[in-house]
């Protein structure tokens, strides 16, 4: 299956710090869903871009949908030890007969107080 | 509440067992998917099913089997043929075969000794 390059692998900031990461493929897709996902549990939704170019928020999280259609960037702003966890982007070409989801390898976040 | 319901959160089997894991959802979505996760790798999709009665392979299907009898529910059993079963396995659904956003149990720890 198709995998998605994300970066960085890992990050360790201090509390207050911002955060950016980003996700690219070879492909291109219609739609970028990021999610995070805290230890031992299933992965949560943050946002979901539909369009080229589209800048979406969600509270201290901003992401972006490349102009190219093949990457995603998201930025964290002021950090907070609650947002440790393992951020995950997936593309997706909507409409298609399949739906599904292509995976990046995950951003593992460590936030130091 | 709506939402997505995996059962039991830990599992524990002898290797050469198959095991059945359990995925329940009440958001009337019609496309239901498993992945599985590995440490350090991100989410590869083992099977998924976009009707009742119909499901398709993934990436990763060798030594896994689905059934799906029912909108609500879509079972994934782990045979003996696979090698490696020890891992944290997930289920997600959707609203459609056309996209929409893609929404994850809290997952399942499967251990094999």
């Known amino acids: 299956g198709q995998q998605l390059n994300q970066s960085p692998q890992s990050m360790f900031i201090q509390e207050g710090e911002d955060v950016s990461m980003n996700c690219t493929s070879s492909?291109?897709?219609?739609?970028w869903l990021w999610y995070k996902q805290d230890p031992g549990e299933g992965p949560v939704l943050l946002i979901a871009?539909?369009?080229?170019?589209e800048l979406t928020s969600n509270g201290r999280l901003t992401a972006q949908f490349g102009i190219t259609r093949k990457d995603s960037f998201l930025n964290i702003s002021a950090s907070i030890p609650s947002d440790v966890g393992i951020y995950f982007c997936?593309?997706?070409?909507?409409?298609?007969?399949?739906?599904?989801?292509?995976f990046g390898r995950g951003t593992q976040l460590t936030v130091w107080p | 509440d709506g939402g997505i319901t995996q059962s039991p959160k830990y599992l524990f089997r002898k290797e050469g067992q198959n095991v059945t894991l359990s995925c329940e959802q009440n958001?009337?979505?019609?496309?239901m998917y498993w992945y599985r996760q590995d440490p350090g790798q991100g989410l590869r999709l083992i099977y998924y099913?976009?009707?009742?009665?119909?499901?398709q392979k993934g990436d990763i299907a060798e030594g896994y089997s689905v059934s799906r009898e029912k909108k609500e529910s879509f079972p994934l059993t782990v045979t003996s043929a696979q090698k490696n079963p020890t891992a944290f396995y997930l289920c997600?659904?959707?609203?459609?075969?056309?996209?929409?956003?893609?929404?994850f149990g809290p997952g399942t720890r499967l251990t094999v000794t």
């Open positions: 958001l009337n979505h019609d496309a």
């Open positions: 099913s976009q009707i009742v009665n119909d499901f």
């Open positions: 997600a659904s959707q609203l459609d075969r056309g996209g929409y956003e893609q929404y």
């Open positions: 871009l539909y369009k080229a170019g």
């Open positions: 492909s291109i897709f219609n739609t």
């Open positions: 997936a593309g997706q070409n909507r409409g298609s007969t399949l739906g599904r989801l292509y």
